[in-house]
């Protein structure tokens, strides 16, 4: 808490009057593709955006300008040829379980945001990748609550450090994108705590972001933005949160929503075109009126907005950051390089041009647009890369979002990159639009490289795993032809992979960014040795999974839905560990052209879990691990718990003591009765792996009983 920032709001707000302190509570959305009617709210000069809140000039509070989000100052339409860096995905930020990276990603966005004016950045989504199908998985960093806040937390220090507001959303369990709007997420509350909200709590805990945006959907019967027990007895009540709530886009139906914790309506056009009106204008001043909403809840919402602007200093900004678009570019290229997943190499990889072979050496290079760019996701988190789209193809589809699902394609062609790399070689390309044309390259190439890709994004769930557009075949008819198939996937989600056993490597690419293809190309040369790990579990097929068929998927937009979430605390390799299954690839799974070998475990309780670990790299080249520790067992008996993690760089030969200290919250059960944290008293076994898969070194630590937090 920042008591100088405190004082500074009771004081601003306590000279407001009843209309300015109004004019706070909501957001209105710029021009755009969709809103081409300009609101008359937002003044002449104002550069248009996802949402605009007037400042108080006379006071010296300026006006919030709002932009998207996560991967890049998003621009739909908002500002006529503005583009910005666009990042990978972010759950490819969550294959490099790279603090750093995800801290220079926010200061990049952060910054290229205040260059235009734009002082609250809609990023940091939280939600954990609880369901391999939900389209906006490739926003969110993880299927683990800790690798979600430590990532989560950096990436808002970071855009708060350019004095920029930072949002953390959507809170606190928004898990799937089908009928968002009436769809009910059911959830064990204390299994709530011990995960989508665990998230937060780090994120916000480590961060303290100026505000949270709740999501659209219903927690346990009640709207998020409506939802007392969680916006005043957890958010605000347990863990003091200071700062402000707003709502998603269109997610006000009602004004009461004020008197349950949320601050401010965003995007009030979008809720007159979901529920028929503004709530936080005309009918809150009314319930003022009437003294259904008191003046102190409208005082403390006020001052919760002021908080965040003194706290972050968007009020004291002096003069405006030079943005270098090649130095964000780099940091766009490394997250890419860091984010790929090795996830299955015969020896196929990296490639090598035979010095007998050159100019004979033939590459095939199959689908995925390859030859244009590659994929990013689709929704409000799309951004316009430095000189637009290589090409955007309509896909459409039902709900307001139809507009916006469009398969993007970023300029940076893999292989036009991989030409670059492999001058030796014979590189030609197909289209990947039938087999049997795709088969005819294969056949005569002494490598084939098969790119999948699906369209995901915000607004819909995807029906299964398989690849669309008949892919899986052209990828199973190329292995038949090639021996030495390599396949990359750029999508937002785990695959089915029914091609596996024939192929001889995989990369998952994610959707790597305005530099992806460089990355994409660099790792398969050789030049760039993969890291990434897997930031959530692959299965082998939906049957796997918690919910084999997803409640709702394919009803009508607009039918009610209730999806429970009765895996409760158990998400991702916690499911599998809890269920005894083996998935097609594991948490934290990634491969490297060297290798790393483990040894030294040793476990200590002093006044908090620690653990120390010996890495090395073993194999012939430099390279990066994740050394990941894992509970395995707890007194009452198996359950999995990542509980610590470090990246780190080796040279051949090289070792490394890896310190890893433990948040007694990953070894706790989170009791509803009590209000609070428990560790019971017993026996914690530990395990230090390459993956959740892979665990290798065991050790034990006994723990006394306590009881902490709220
Ligand atoms: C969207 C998204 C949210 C985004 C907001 C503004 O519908 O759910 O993540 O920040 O509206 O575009």
């Excluded at 998985?137 to 806040?149: A, H, K, Q, R, V």
Aim: aromatic letters at 8%; charged letters at 20%.
């Amino acid at each position: 808490m920042n008591s100088e920032a405190m004082e500074r709001a009771r004081e601003a707000e306590a000279q407001l009057t009843d209309d300015e302190r109004f004019s706070l509570l909501i957001s209105v959305m710029g021009t755009n593709a969709v809103l081409t009617d300009k609101d008359p709210r937002i003044p002449d000069g104002v550069p248009m955006s996802a949402g605009y809140t007037p400042g108080i000039p006379r006071l010296g509070i300026p006006g919030l300008l709002m932009t998207d989000a996560s991967l890049g100052v998003t621009n739909p339409g908002y500002r006529e040829g503005d583009t910005a860096t666009a990042l990978p995905a972010s759950i490819a930020l969550g294959a490099s379980f790279n603090p750093v990276l995800a801290r220079r990603s926010g200061q990049l966005i952060g910054r290229e945001a205040r260059s235009r004016g734009l002082n609250v950045l809609l990023a940091g989504g939280l939600n954990l990748h609880r369901d391999p199908r939900n389209g906006r998985n490739f926003e969110y960093l993880s299927e683990d609550p800790w690798l979600t806040g430590v990532l989560g937390a950096e990436s808002v220090e970071g855009i708060q450090g350019e004095q920029v507001i930072s949002t953390v959303k959507h809170f606190s369990l928004n898990c799937n994108e089908t009928n968002r709007h009436w769809l009910d997420a059911v959830i064990d509350p204390a299994a709530h705590r011990e995960s989508d909200l665990l998230a937060f709590e780090i994120a916000i805990e480590r961060a303290r972001p100026g505000s949270v945006m709740t999501g659209y959907n219903k927690i346990n019967g009640t709207y998020a933005g409506g939802n007392e027990g969680l916006l005043q007895g957890i958010l605000k009540g347990a863990w003091g949160f200071p700062g402000w709530v707003m709502s998603d886009w269109g997610a006000t139906p009602s004004w009461d929503f004020a008197l349950q914790g949320q601050d401010q309506e965003s995007g009030v056009q979008i809720d007159v075109m979901m529920w028929g009106q503004e709530s936080f204008t005309a009918p809150l001043r009314a319930a003022f009126e009437s003294g259904e909403f008191p003046k102190q809840r409208l005082s403390e919402m006020v001052q919760r907005i002021l908080y965040a602007i003194f706290d972050v200093g968007i009020d004291d900004w002096e003069g405006t950051p030079d943005v270098d678009p090649a130095a964000h570019a780099a940091v766009a290229l490394e997250t890419a390089r860091q984010g790929i997943v090795l996830l299955k190499n015969d020896g196929v990889l990296p490639l090598e041009v035979p010095s007998t072979a050159v100019g004979r050496f033939k590459i095939a290079v199959i689908g995925g647009h390859a030859q244009l760019g590659v994929p990013a996701g689709c929704g409000s988190s799309a951004v316009t890369p430095p000189g637009g789209y290589a090409e955007i193809h309509s896909i459409g589809g039902p709900g307001i979002m139809g507009s916006m699902r469009n398969l993007y394609l970023l300029p940076s062609s893999p292989l036009a990159e991989l030409q670059k790399l492999l001058p030796d070689a014979e590189i030609e390309y197909d289209p990947g639009m039938n087999p049997g044309e795709a088969v005819l390259l294969a056949r005569r190439s002494d490598v084939a490289i098969v790119f999948g890709i699906r369209v995901e994004g915000e607004g819909y769930d995807n029906a299964d795993l398989s690849l669309p557009w008949g892919q899986d075949t052209v990828i199973d008819a190329v292995a038949g032809a090639n021996s030495n198939t390599v396949v990359v996937l750029e999508t937002g989600n785990p695959v089915a992979m029914p091609w596996l056993p024939k192929v001889s490597a995989v990369l998952a690419a994610w959707y790597p960014g305005q530099c992806g293809g460089q990355a994409i190309a660099e790792i398969l040369a050789g030049v760039t040795n993969p890291s990434g790990k897997l930031p959530l579990t692959f299965p082998k097929d939906l049957d796997q999974t918690p919910r084999p068929v997803l409640p709702g998927l394919g009803t009508p937009w607009g039918t009610p839905t209730t999806v429970t979430y009765n895996e409760g605390s158990d998400v991702g390799y916690r499911w599998f560990a809890k269920a005894g299954k083996k998935p097609l690839f594991p948490f934290g799974h990634g491969l490297s052209y060297t290798r790393f070998g483990y040894g030294n475990l040793t476990v200590q309780d002093r006044g908090g879990v620690r653990a120390e670990v010996t890495v090395t790299n073993e194999g012939p080249r430099p390279g990066a691990d994740v050394p990941q520790l894992y509970l395995l067992e707890d007194p009452a008996g198996p359950r999995m718990r990542l509980l610590g993690f470090e990246r780190v760089d080796l040279e051949p030969g090289e070792s490394r003591t890896v310190e890893l200290t433990v948040d007694p919250r990953l070894l706790a059960c989170y009791s509803t009765g009590r209000g609070q944290w428990h560790i019971a008293a017993g026996n914690y076994r530990l395990a230090l792996g390459h993956s959740a898969g892979d665990c290798s070194l065991e050790a034990d630590v006994y723990l006394a009983e306590s009881w902490f937090g709220r």
